[in-house]
């Protein structure tokens, strides 16, 4: 069996062929970053082109990737960059034609509006560190790695981000307002 799944991600004896390591770079690529990066960048679009980004440079440097400690840990980072550098590029085209382009909405948001605009409300840091552990699932040291921070300053990023969304919600008991919204720690 075993033999028979190694064939099926498109491995031959020199090591995985291009079009297994396509194929598992862009299923695993698109699964583990769009919706983290749509919360991060806040922007469909962004994030979007951060995932294809991020595939294209795994799959460029794949002899490297797949040896790293983390290959995903690797690719949020890339696209987490990728979607920053954009995000930088048109708040400056914005300021240089004087017009600020519409945001594309976030599709999630329609189902919880309050808990999305909670997580827009907070800062960048606080809201990359909370997509990046509970809507990627990443552990705290993945997330430390991704974001190029240590894990203990991961922790306080997420607590303090927890406290905030807490006092943005008014979510501290189970009969709270928040429609059932409440945010606690892992």
Not at 15 to 35: F, K, N, P, Q, Y
Not at 86 to 104: G, S
Not at 109 to 123: D, G, I, V
């Amino acid at each position: 069996m075993k033999r028979r799944q190694a064939r099926s991600v498109g491995e031959s004896r020199g090591g995985a062929s291009r079009t297994g390591v396509r194929r598992v770079v862009r299923a695993r690529a698109t699964e583990a970053a769009g919706l983290p990066l749509v919360l991060i960048s806040g922007d469909v679009e962004v994030a979007e082109d951060a995932v294809g980004e991020a595939c294209a440079r795994t799959l460029a440097r794949w002899s490297r990737v797949r040896t790293m400690q983390s290959p995903t840990g690797w690719n949020y980072r890339v696209a987490v960059n990728v979607a920053r550098r954009r995000l930088r590029r048109q708040a400056l085209e914005a300021r240089l034609l004087r017009r600020e382009p519409p945001p594309r909405p976030i599709p999630a948001a329609e189902a919880h509006p309050e808990l999305w605009a909670a997580l827009r409300a907070l800062p960048a840091r606080q809201r990359q560190a909370m997509a990046l552990r509970y809507v990627a699932d990443l552990p705290e040291r993945e997330v430390a790695q991704v974001m190029g921070i240590a894990p203990g300053t991961v922790a306080a990023t997420l607590h303090a981000a927890r406290t905030r969304l807490r006092a943005l919600l008014g979510t501290t008991g189970p009969d709270a307002p928040g429609r059932g919204l409440h945010v606690t720690g892992r």
